[in-house]
């Protein structure tokens, strides 16, 4: 392993509820570095906006070709039933050097049933 790539302490990988980055990082390399956010708003207005707005529109393009999902007005829906939303998880899939390899979205049912 070079010695510019350091990984993150094992101490930090057990605290739970804390979120923590256990990406190797390399320095002065960003590609290293690429965040992975919580919101869509987070995502395209960040740094790599371009990179995860292309990424959400294939998730979309794909489960739009597939026929997964079709909208439905909400006013044609009985108040007794229960509409569950939707949110992009957002995630760096990475190479062995751990450099980036894509950016993936997926879009995945939010709600409780």
């Known amino acids: 392993v070079s010695e510019n790539i350091f990984p993150a302490r094992e101490a930090d990988r057990s605290d739970e509820g804390r979120k923590v980055n256990i990406n190797l990082l390399r320095k002065g390399d960003a590609l290293y570095d690429v965040p992975e956010p919580d919101t869509y708003e987070e995502a ?17 393009g794909a489960m739009s070709e ?4 079709e909208l439905v007005p909400r006013e044609g829906i009985p108040t007794t039933t229960k509409v569950l939303g939707s949110r992009m998880i957002f995630k760096v899939k990475r190479n062995r050097d751990r450099s980036v390899q894509r950016f ?3 879009l995945v049912a939010r709600g409780f049933a």
């Open 44 to 60: 395209v207005n960040g740094a790599y906006g371009e990179n995860w707005r292309q990424a959400a529109a294939e998730e979309l």
């Open 66 to 69: 597939k026929n997964v999902w």
């Open 104 to 106: 993936q979205a997926r």
